[in-house]
């Protein structure tokens, strides 16, 4: 746990933007970061989950009635903009940006991105492939994507940090073929990103799973998985 | 959450009632004006239903993520009236902090209850400076010309804070 003397700068920067102690040019710099870096995001959304317990104890006090009217009102005003609604809602079918940009990164910087139409019978080439990793049971353990781009699955655990000591958590992909290859691995509560090679990245379509397996540390020995299967998943397009 | 993704009205207008009064008081907590929370607010349901479709449940409860994005929305708001809005030393905060004990006892039973008495473990300087970094989102540089110290014991104090936060939640 952390009895260290210090929160790693990271994870120090990740605290301090979700406290909100950052000036304008480090904030842009904190929300740039976790656009691209899954595991500083999930640091940040970890510190936002920590810190907004807080307003639990904000008394409820009532808006004036004129409030509800005022909300009624401009709603028109977003459907009509641009499709803009619909495009998210397509967007969320794949719910990557959510899990790995973290809640805050939803909150902050997809509500800034422009509301671009998309095509949806043509999905542009490079497109993420998500896949939410849950237990047969249906408990969401891992969250992951695909990105084609830079031939690398990014991966989020959802396992408290300090879980399953003794085991490692290894990644599978398993294409078409039904066969295994391992990708690496995942340390509860991490967010890591995993190269592809290149010749496994041909597999990785949206007919392929992500496996997770609980092995000793150092992994299966195997080709396979040598420990359980707790969670799985299939890659799917946005 | 689902029904408001899908554009159901009455959905949103149920959430409304449900909640409106508490995330109003995060509004007002933060911002100290009725009207600009109002403001606040009518952004923060039309937030709700543009991006409901990005809630995840299980990830976090809706409370928590609406209540959030109250929050950065009334910073936000604070942050644009500018510097000015933050010329209150931080002495009369801690003054308007202070909750009768029948408040905090209602509080206590809240869900915030492992946080507030981690908080509570806290220095009261270190607490205090936490508490208005989150409900005012002050940056380090404001916080530090407020208590007249300088900006990098600020910054030692809060994240020293912050890890025994950590530590103690993690207890």
């Known amino acids: ?238 | 959450m689902p029904r408001i993704a899908d554009g159901d009205r009455a959905a949103l207008r149920q959430l409304y009632e449900a909640t409106s009064a508490k995330l109003f008081g995060v509004c007002l907590r933060i911002l100290s004006n009725r009207d600009e929370s109002e403001d606040v607010l009518q952004e923060v349901y039309i937030t709700i239903w543009r991006r409901a479709d990005r809630f995840e449940a299980g990830r976090a409860s809706v409370m928590a993520w609406i209540s959030t994005i109250a929050r950065n929305r009334s910073i936000d708001r604070l942050r644009a009236r500018g510097p000015l809005a933050y010329a209150e030393p931080v002495e009369e905060l801690e003054i308007a902090d202070e909750t009768p004990g029948a408040q905090i006892l209602l509080e206590a039973a809240q869900s915030g209850e492992a946080l507030g008495k981690c908080l509570s473990e806290l220095d009261d300087r270190t607490e205090t400076v936490i508490r208005t970094a989150f409900f005012e989102g002050v940056t380090y540089e404001v916080l530090a010309q407020r208590m007249d110290t300088p900006l990098g014991t600020v910054k030692s104090w809060i994240r020293r804070g912050l890890l025994k936060l950590k530590g103690c939640l993690e207890r």
């Open chain 1, 1 to 238: 746990m952390s009895e260290g003397p210090e929160l790693s700068e990271a994870e120090a920067f990740a605290a301090e933007h979700a406290l909100g102690v950052l000036d304008g040019s480090e904030r842009a710099r904190a929300e740039h970061r976790m656009a691209r870096d899954p595991a500083f995001a999930a640091d940040v959304e970890a510190w936002t989950a920590r810190l907004t317990p807080m307003l639990d104890a904000v008394r409820p006090v009532a808006p004036s009635a004129s409030v509800w009217s005022r909300i009624e009102r401009a709603l028109p005003a977003n459907d009509n903009a641009g499709g803009g609604v619909a495009f998210w809602r397509r967007a969320a079918l794949g719910g990557f940006s959510l899990a790995a940009a973290s809640l805050v990164a939803a909150v902050v910087i997809v509500g800034q991105r422009p509301p671009t139409p998309l095509a949806p019978q043509a999905p542009p080439p490079g497109q993420l492939l998500n896949a939410r990793i849950d237990t047969p049971k249906g408990d969401h353990l891992f969250v992951a994507a695909y990105d084609p781009t830079r031939q690398a699955v990014l991966i989020s655990s959802l396992v408290p940090p300090g879980a399953g000591a003794g085991h490692v958590h290894q990644l599978w992909l398993i294409p078409a073929d039904g066969r295994p290859r391992s990708l690496g691995f995942v340390a509860p509560g991490a967010s890591v990103t995993l190269p592809v090679s290149t010749l496994l990245a041909g597999l990785a379509d949206d007919r392929a799973t992500l496996a997770v397996s609980v092995e000793a540390p150092g992994g299966s020995k195997k080709d396979g998985p040598t420990g359980p299967v707790v969670a799985f998943g299939k890659l799917s397009k946005i």
